[in-house]
């Protein structure tokens, strides 16, 4: 947050209590953010409450410029919910606003994962990995929501640039015993904008390129699905990944889901490699700039719950949250 102080998602594989929180001073714990309320949409007798009150299923999480935290929530946990944007002024500690994301924008498969704010634009564009109903993220897309009219549209559905490459599973620990195979196959998950908001950066997680569109095409209503299509450029090569972030001077951060490492696509050589790695960073997620300089990153241990690990739950506490100095400064919260 502005005033750098850090939050963190929990998983919504794992169904916390404890959706989103906010880390304690100690670095050894955290406490429900914004509170408590909202960390579930079922009260006390098992009633449901109303769902612009609460969290249902929280992927990203990004504070903007303005100090306000936004939370995507897909609302993919049953009772299932209509998806939708939350934002929480992290200055006067108070709701802002509430951004539903309906249909057509939202379909059944809609696994709305991570997204960038533009706040020249006064829009959100998000990446919908379109997991939602089974292991392949076949109808993936980006989704862009006007924060000014609170209007969405669904963008590049069926474009080889959000498409999972189902010749790529995710293989974990590659070359070590440990070695497995996972066979789902997820669409657009890493996004990244510039920080003048020219270009906006992201890729399926099961593929081996990164695209990117200018923001201007993006937006511009005038152009059919086709035409906007013929304006993505493909940018550069890269291994399965999930999150991803862009520092000042143009330089890519992207999370190797199945490597325990990050790596970096430098602005010059376009080339990917690898930046940081530890032994004990099961699935780094997503990745994000804080005000304090560093890059931070949390490992959430995918390969290791029961959703991908053949219904046996290996994943444990602690979880460990990782941070590290890119290469420029980024901007904070992204």
């Known amino acids: 947050m502005p005033d750098g102080r850090l939050v963190v998602g929990y998983h919504p594989f794992y169904d916390p209590a404890v959706k989103v929180g906010l880390l304690n001073a100690a670095r050894d714990g955290t406490t429900p953010y914004p509170n408590e309320q909202w960390q579930s949409c079922k009260r006390a007798d098992g009633s449901q409450k109303d769902p612009a009150t609460c969290l249902n299923w929280v992927l990203g999480l990004h504070v903007d410029a303005n100090g306000i935290l936004w939370l995507l929530d897909s609302g993919q ?40 704010v533009d706040t020249r634009r006064n829009v959100i564009v998000i990446a919908d990995e379109a997991i939602a109903t089974g292991p392949v993220g076949d109808k993936a897309a980006l989704v862009v929501v006007d924060l000014a009219s609170g209007q969405s549209r669904r963008l590049l559905q069926g474009h080889p640039s959000v498409m999972p490459d189902k010749t790529r599973p995710i293989t974990v620990d590659q070359g070590t015993p440990r070695a497995k195979s996972i066979d789902v196959f997820v669409g657009v998950d890493g996004i990244a904008l510039d920080h003048r908001g020219e270009w906006l950066y992201y890729a399926p997680l099961n593929g081996a390129k990164v695209y990117r569109v200018r923001m201007s095409d993006l937006l511009d209503r005038g152009l059919d699905a086709a035409a906007l299509g013929a304006r993505v450029q493909t940018w550069a090569d890269k291994p399965n990944n999930g999150g991803m972030s862009i520092d000042r001077e143009g330089n890519l951060y992207l999370t190797e889901v199945g490597e325990r490492a990050v790596g970096i696509i430098p602005a010059d050589t376009r080339k990917y490699r690898r930046f940081v790695a530890d032994k004990d960073m099961v699935w780094p997620d997503g990745v994000t700039y804080s005000a304090d300089g560093h890059m931070y990153t949390g490992a959430a241990q995918l390969p290791l719950s029961a959703a991908l690990n053949g219904g046996k739950a290996e994943n444990k506490a602690p979880y460990l949250i990782y941070r590290f100095r890119p290469l420029a400064p980024g901007v904070p919260g992204f």
């Open 77 to 116: 946990a049953a009772p299932r919910i209509t998806p939708k944007l939350v934002g929480w002024d992290t200055r006067g500690n108070r709701l802002h606003r509430v951004v539903p994301i309906p249909a057509p924008a939202s379909i059944p498969e809609s696994q709305h994962n991570d997204f960038v």
